[in-house]
């Protein structure tokens, strides 16, 4: 079947732009993670969508960082008033209720802010 | 807090070498561990998992060992391949986490030569 899917796969944006970075999970995939991948660091954690339950947005760094699920299933990443600092790749993760601890990621996003 | 820390990069092996990459981590309790590979041009795919003291988890020819009296879980294989080639991830999950999130570790980027 078909995977976690990201969109776009490069985007290349002025300082001080929004963006929109789209995620479309594997299909009844329950929960939702968005990771962020910056130059020589780990995988940082960004925001967990589960369901109906409300979000946890303990891992976005700045009010700048906004994410939404519509209707449990596509989730957009907003960055306002993006930073240079802001350059990484964004992945989107799903996982099925079934296997709580197996996440399936997607290709993810490479931002680049000039 | 929670946290993974992994060998640093890049790993340069000839075809047909073993490979270790040292993973330890910090976490209260008994977290689940996890391998996650990145392979050129694609997304994260989980490689193996344990997730008690004592496990070994194994895929493809590579093995973890969960050892909680080293807080370790280092990734090996007998005889690499140039087709192993991508950066390897260790990441935990804290046990009784409902939420699935994961801690990375910054990565390992392996190269195998022919």
Same mark, same amino acid.
């Given at each position: ?19 929109e970075l789209r995620c479309d999970p594997i299909s009844g995939h329950t929960a939702l993670y968005w990771y ?75 931002l680049l802010v000039l | 807090g929670d946290s993974v820390t992994q060998m640093e990069g890049p790993v340069t ?44 988890? +194994?895929?493809?020819? *590579?093995? %973890? ?5 080293? !807080?370790?879980?280092? &990734?090996?294989? $007998? ?5 192993? +080639?991508?950066?390897? *991830?260790? %990441? ?5 986490? !409902?939420?699935?999130? &994961?801690?990375? $570790? ?9």
């Amino acid at each position: 079947g078909a995977g976690v899917s990201q969109s776009p796969s490069n985007k290349v944006t002025e300082k001080g732009k929004d963006v929109e970075l789209r995620c479309d999970p594997i299909s009844g995939h329950t929960a939702l993670y968005w990771y962020r991948q910056s130059l020589g660091q780990g995988l940082e954690f960004l925001i967990y969508f589960q369901g109906n339950s409300a979000p946890d947005k303990s891992g976005l760094p700045s009010d700048r960082f906004s994410a939404e699920r519509t209707g449990g299933s596509v989730s957009t990443l907003t960055i306002q008033r993006t930073q240079q600092e802001d350059s990484a790749v964004y992945l989107c993760a799903s996982r099925p209720r079934a296997t709580p601890e197996t996440q399936y990621f997607g290709p993810g996003t490479r931002l680049l802010v000039l | 807090g929670d946290s993974v820390t992994q060998m640093e990069g890049p790993v340069t092996l000839s075809e047909e070498a073993f490979l270790t990459i040292n993973c330890t981590y910090t976490a209260t309790g008994y977290p689940s561990l996890f391998w996650y590979v990145q392979y050129p041009g694609e997304g994260l795919q989980l490689l193996l998992k344990a997730t008690k003291a004592d496990d070994k988890g +194994s895929n493809k020819g *590579f093995e %973890a060992t969960y050892r909680k009296e080293t !807080t370790s879980f280092h &990734l090996e294989k $007998g005889s690499v391949q140039v087709s192993d +080639s991508a950066v390897y *991830f260790c %990441a935990l999950n804290p046990r009784g986490s !409902t939420l699935g999130r &994961l801690y990375f $570790g910054r990565g390992t980027q392996l190269t195998v030569w022919p």
